[in-house]
């Protein structure tokens, strides 16, 4: 088969990765790709929100199957360009990725089939959001409606702050047309999951579960990000929590948006916090994490061109989805800066002690040519990865990997996976 995958980022490296693993794989392309994924897939430069070249390109190379990455591409109906075109392609269309693309339409999805969630209430006048916080209930948290690169969150501890939160997001338009509209929800707290899952519209098949570490900084200090680390499984998922979920949750979603007559074929991430009075969901995502499917797919067991085109012909029912039963993490290298501003250009040493090391993997993120070595290009530049036994022996690899890669302004956190070490003995 000829395989497109549309991402530049270390979650498509990821994804390009493991297709790669496949027999049925006998070309890949990526577009725009990155200087890792170059190493399996022939790098295409088409932007991903170009849908109609994208669409074009993949007619003209009779591609059999295209996986799509990205939120902005699928939050903007490139699915539905594909399928016009009569082309197969995994991920949800444009009614269905709304799960992601609107809060709004996400919590009250939730509200309507009894989905636990954080209580909330949604306002498209600022005056009308400012009124209500007079009487809400501290720390609470504000959502800019749309898509926001992961920053339309606001955790407010005080009136003012609040209130200059809804300026923020309403009046100054900071996360621009994403703050037309806005959330406002109360306050949990406890541990985050990330369960990312397969869903074929009517059938869902869970990964196993990760745990993201989102501020910039050591002890979970910063400004928000996409994401500096992670792993999996996550050690406070157990057994009862996931039947729970299965049932309240997960399929409850997937029924959800299929009576609301748009089906999800695709993955769904779902973003919980496990409260006292049980697993509520934090947000939905309509495609893997980042980095979170660097951490859950080495550990996948599964050919994972059969889980896409299951998803695609509605048989996932008969896919058994196996995971190895050890541990990953993985470390975010980043540019000094990230998220705010930061350098780019730099050279990277050390890339080559990846090859022949069994079990660690370096994913790039924001990475190029340049003269023919490869140099830093972003704020996230690669994804050191590496497996274990356990999730101690997995970090442990991880930071020491960590030590094999150098390059001007690079950044990390000293501290993903110390949750590990709270864990209950198994
Ligand atoms: P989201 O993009 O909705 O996942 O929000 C980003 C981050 O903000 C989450 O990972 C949480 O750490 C935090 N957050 C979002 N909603 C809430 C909430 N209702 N209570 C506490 N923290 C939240
Ligand atoms: N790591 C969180 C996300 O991909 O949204």
């Not at 339309?152 to 923020?168: M, R, S, W, Y």
Request: hydrophobic residues 40%; contains cysteine.
């Amino acid at each position: 088969m000829k395989i497109l995958v549309v991402g530049s980022g270390g979650r498509e490296h990821a994804i390009v990765w493991k297709i790669a693993q496949s027999p049925k794989a006998e070309k890949i392309y990526c577009a725009p790709g990155n200087a890792g994924i170059a190493e399996y897939a022939e790098c295409v430069d088409i932007p991903a929100m170009d849908f109609e070249r994208l669409a074009a390109f993949a007619k003209e190379k009779e591609i059999d199957l295209t996986v799509i990455g990205m939120d902005d591409p699928l939050v903007g109906g490139i699915v539905d360009v594909f399928e016009k075109e009569g082309l197969r392609v995994f991920g949800p269309r444009k009614n269905a990725a709304i799960l992601e693309g609107s809060k709004a339409f996400s919590k009250d999805l939730m509200k309507k089939y009894q989905i636990p969630t954080a209580a909330y209430e949604t306002f498209s006048d600022p005056d009308a959001a400012l009124e209500y916080l007079e009487t809400a209930k501290l720390p609470i948290v504000l959502k800019a409606d749309g898509l926001a690169l992961g920053k339309g969150v606001l955790i407010c501890n005080t009136l003012e702050e609040a209130k200059e939160g809804v300026k923020t997001i309403m009046l100054d338009k900071k996360f621009g047309s994403a703050g037309n509209e806005m959330v406002i929800e109360e306050f949990m707290t406890g541990r985050e999951v990330s369960v990312l899952s397969f869903v074929d519209g009517k059938t869902i098949k869970t990964m196993s579960s990760a745990q993201d570490h989102k501020r910039a900084g050591d002890g979970d200090t910063g400004l928000n990000t996409g994401g500096m680390g992670n792993f999996s499984p996550s050690p406070f998922y157990t057994k009862e929590i996931d039947e729970f979920c299965q049932k309240h949750i997960y399929q409850a979603t997937v029924d959800a948006m299929a009576a609301e007559g748009r089906p999800f074929q695709g993955v769904i991430f779902f973003g919980l916090m496990l409260t006292e009075d049980g697993p509520k969901v934090l947000e939905y995502n309509a495609r893997f994490g980042d980095p979170e499917a660097q951490v859950v797919l080495p550990r996948m067991k599964t050919d994972i061109v059969d889980v896409f085109e299951a998803c695609i012909d509605g048989t996932l029912d008969q896919v058994d989805l196996q995971f190895e039963d050890n541990a990953c993490v993985c470390v975010v290298l980043a540019s000094d800066g990230y998220p705010v501003s930061y350098e780019k250009g730099y050279p990277i040493h050390g890339l080559e002690k990846f090859k022949g090391a069994d079990g660690y993997y370096c994913f790039h993120a924001g990475t190029k040519f340049k003269d023919g070595e490869i140099v830093t290009n972003g704020g996230r530049v690669l994804g050191i990865t590496a497996i274990g036994k356990d999730l101690k022996e997995a970090r442990a690899n991880a930071y020491k990997a960590v030590d094999w890669v150098t390059f001007d302004n690079k950044y990390y956190r000293h501290d993903i996976g110390k949750a590990i070490d709270e864990a209950p003995e198994k």
